[in-house]
């Protein structure tokens, strides 16, 4: 397989802005533990309300971290501070791809009986506030993680696309149902040769999230995530989108959840997804989210008392829309959508590193432009994705 890029010279040119971007999200990336302004252990318990989310052709379909219930717990605080120890008792739900998920929603449902009969819906919340430790001061870093995921393409319909993704999430110590994710997509591509497509492509943003339990039964995630989207020339208005999301879960029994809620996704072909589905939990080894847009199974294949290893099959709808500068000069938007399915493995441990590995069928890809001039229909593929979060 050729690597082609559309852009002649060996040599790419970015923009200053571009750098700016790049540079920023890279000491985003490199963001460590503080508590108090000393630094942390690495082996400090990490909020379990802290998780990490995020898309496209880029982060995992079983990256973030599952926020589990302790069956034995009285309090948040006695959740949000345990051991860093494997929980075998729940799993995780992600919304959509890119870059949702940096804002996935999970299925944590507060166990304790609310005794307060004057209940509100912002009591609750305030409740299980008031348990966390006073002496909690600081920021917490967790779950940074870089991916990447590679499109081959070959011949003239053939599409190469690939991409690296970084991001972290910080949140306060007191508040740990708040986050701020800040994330850095770098996307390489090439072809195909009926249509100007930009060699690279860039992203980033940063992700306001608000995971808020209001009652023993009912949980709402929302996020807001400003974000520029971008060829590294085309810095107009145009490159700036408002991701948002806004998601409600219901506790139906001790095995089974049911979300309703909405996607913002400002793309220039899709605006808006529900996000409605059910999440079922038989046993501590399967996992089934019969979620859209996002299904997924998966089942645990092995466990011990360091680490468990998972294998999933997952259903994706990849894709962006970016504010680019045509070969002929004029700005536009470009957009690149398709259908993938993903077969992948993960293994996570104590100490909170995780690794993952998929391959999938990608197809029903398409190009095309705002303006109306140009567009393709790249022929399927397959992918390969590989990931480290810690």
């Not at 996992?287 to 468990?308: I, N, V």
């Amino acid at each position: 397989m050729a690597l082609r890029f559309n852009q002649p010279g060996s040599e790419i040119s970015m923009s200053r802005h571009v750098w700016t971007m790049l540079l920023s999200g890279s000491l985003l990336f490199t963001g460590a533990s503080f508590e108090g302004g000393r630094a942390a252990s690495a082996q400090e318990p990490f909020p379990l309300f802290l998780f990490s989310e995020n898309g496209d052709a880029s982060d995992s379909v079983f990256q973030n971290s599952d926020l589990e219930m302790d069956a034995e717990s009285e309090t948040l605080s006695s959740r949000l501070f345990l051991d860093n120890t494997v929980d075998e008792t729940n799993g995780t739900l992600q919304l959509t791809q890119y870059p949702f998920e940096s804002s996935a929603a999970t299925e944590i449902v507060p166990e304790e009986v609310l005794s307060d009969s004057d209940w509100g819906p912002l009591s609750y919340l305030k409740q299980q506030l008031d348990s966390l430790p006073k002496d909690r001061r600081g920021l917490q870093f967790k779950d940074s993680s870089a991916t990447m995921t590679v499109l081959p393409g070959q011949g003239a319909d053939g599409f190469f696309f690939s991409t690296l993704d970084v991001r972290t999430a910080i949140s306060p110590a007191r508040l740990p149902v708040f986050r701020v994710t800040p994330r850095f997509g770098w996307h390489l591509t090439g072809g195909p040769d009926m249509v100007d497509v930009p060699s690279q492509l860039y992203d980033t943003g940063v992700d306001f999230s608000l995971y808020a339990p209001l009652s023993q039964n009912l949980t709402l995630y929302t996020s807001v995530g400003p974000s520029l989207f971008t060829d590294g020339k085309n810095l107009t208005s145009s490159s700036f989108r408002m991701a948002a999301s806004a998601i409600g879960f219901y506790k139906w029994s001790e095995t089974t959840q049911v979300a309703l809620g909405f996607l913002y996704l400002d793309r220039e072909d899709i605006t808006a997804l529900p996000a409605v589905g059910v999440m079922y939990r038989p046993s501590d080894r399967i996992k089934l989210d019969l979620f859209f847009p996002r299904p997924k199974f998966a089942y645990r294949l092995t466990t011990t008392e360091d680490y468990e290893r998972w294998i999933y099959l997952a259903g994706e709808f990849g894709g962006n829309s970016w504010a680019v500068e045509r070969d002929f000069g004029a700005n536009d938007i470009f957009t690149y959508r398709d259908y993938r399915l993903i077969l992948g493995m993960e293994k996570t441990g104590q100490a909170g590193v995780r690794w993952l590995v998929e391959g999938g069928f990608v197809f029903n890809r398409e190009i095309e432009y705002a303006s109306g001039i140009g567009g393709a229909e790249p022929g399927s593929t397959g992918m390969i994705r590989a990931g480290l979060i810690f």
